[in-house]
């Protein structure tokens, strides 16, 4: 009716009162007039479906080529907006304030990552046992196929308790894992008041949106500029991937996890990268490692398991089961047999680190000593196994110290 007044109006405007007079050029003269391109999607297709449901029922006579499909602006997705940490945080840690089944939707929706539709339609029986495992299971308009994701026993109680609380209400009558509420308190995010409404839950404004927002305000809940926090439901989806994508998942699996069909989806609109991960990341990019030649050895070019976790090949060995203490970090795979253990300064795949450079300088000292007391006393092999790890030694104390390295 929104998108009729507008019309109606235009047509009153331009003098127009017979429906004969409307024609391809009249329309797309209205739609010039409109101010966003959503308002034109909106009254386009409000107009589109009355010019072939009249002409269909014989109400008037239109060619359909008066709305063609390209005359409809291209949807954009932008960047993801999601949550802030600390406000995520901070609703999690009061769902108990809710109502139980508000408290539910926020579960269930956020664990799955669930768009708005998908919640409202999620069927009662979407919980379905495999083994000693648990998934919830539905049918996703928008990609027209079934999405399912595993959950853990306790999302899978929070469903069964939500099943018990629909049953109790409408048992057979109601096929939905949810239901809409009126009488949403906008001050008290207990909600005294609530009414649940045997309706599927709206796409705009609905009981869930209105009772987190609820929340958010009652306890001054503000974002990361201090500002009071803004909820939309649309904002859980894109919330949940970024998180899980921070945690370390693959982005194969994170997209698997939202049902996307192209990864790209997944990377441009629903994962966003936040200055923390950012600085993570820069600061293993930024520390500088160094070859046994004193070469700037590229953090890439280590192991994958280095980058999850660089302790697992880290040296800090003392010179009590060895000759020689060896301190840094070792760059061979660890499915890889090493057989130059005991002289890793001399071995390309050792790393060395600017942290390290006291340890390297004192460690080279020494070994000038040893080779010295073993020349004295005619050990040509020791002087010989001395001086070149004393010589790998002096090339990476040299770049590390004539290097502006972080």
């Known amino acids: 009716m929104v998108s009729f007044r507008f019309f109606s109006r235009y047509l009153v405007e331009k003098n127009i009162d017979s429906i004969k007079q409307i024609n391809r050029s009249v329309v797309l003269d209205f739609l010039s007039h409109q101010s966003t391109s959503q308002a034109v999607r909106h009254r386009l297709g409000t107009l589109k479906d009355f010019f072939y449901i009249g002409t269909s029922q014989g109400w008037f006579n239109f060619d359909q080529d008066i709305i063609r499909d390209t005359d409809y602006p291209k949807y954009r997705l932008g960047n993801p907006d999601p949550l802030d940490d600390t406000v995520r945080e901070q609703i999690e840690k009061n769902l108990h304030i809710l109502p139980d089944s508000i408290a539910r939707m926020w579960i269930i929706t956020f664990f799955a990552a669930l768009r708005p539709s998908e919640l409202a339609f999620l069927k009662k029986d979407c919980l379905v046992q495999d083994g000693a495992s648990w998934k919830i299971v539905w049918n996703r308009k928008k990609g027209k196929n079934q999405h399912e994701v595993p959950v853990t026993r306790v999302i899978a109680k929070v469903i069964q308790e939500q099943q018990s609380y629909i049953n109790n209400l409408w048992g057979n009558e109601w096929e939905y894992l949810f239901c809409h509420y009126q009488n949403i308190s906008e001050t008290d995010p207990s909600q005294p008041n609530l009414e649940p409404v045997k309706k599927v839950i709206p796409k705009s404004c609905n009981s869930f949106t209105k009772s987190i927002r609820c929340l958010i305000k009652a306890l001054n809940i503000r974002d990361e500029n201090n500002q009071l926090a803004i909820f939309s439901h649309r904002l859980v989806r894109p919330t949940r991937l970024t998180q899980l994508f921070e945690q370390g998942h693959d982005l194969t699996v994170v997209s698997a996890w939202a049902g996307h069909k192209k990864l790209a989806t997944t990377i441009l609109h629903y994962t966003k990268v936040s200055c923390d991960l950012i600085e993570k990341e820069a600061g ?34 003392s010179g009590d089961h060895i000759n020689t203490p060896i301190y840094g970090y070792c760059g061979l795979p660890l499915d890889q047999n090493c057989d130059k253990f005991r002289a890793c300064y001399t071995c390309s795949c050792f790393a060395a680190t600017l942290e390290k450079l006291p340890l390297y300088i004192k460690t080279r000292d020494e070994l000038r000593a040893k080779e010295s007391n073993a020349l004295a006393n005619g050990h040509d092999v020791l002087v010989e196994q001395f001086g070149r790890q004393a010589a790998q030694l002096d090339k990476i104390i040299v770049s590390l110290q004539g290097g502006n390295y972080s």
């Open 284 to 317: 293993h990019i930024q520390k500088a490692l160094f070859n046994n030649d004193g070469k700037p050895l590229y953090y890439e070019s280590m192991p994958q398991t280095f980058w999850k976790n660089p302790r697992t090949h880290e040296l800090n060995l």
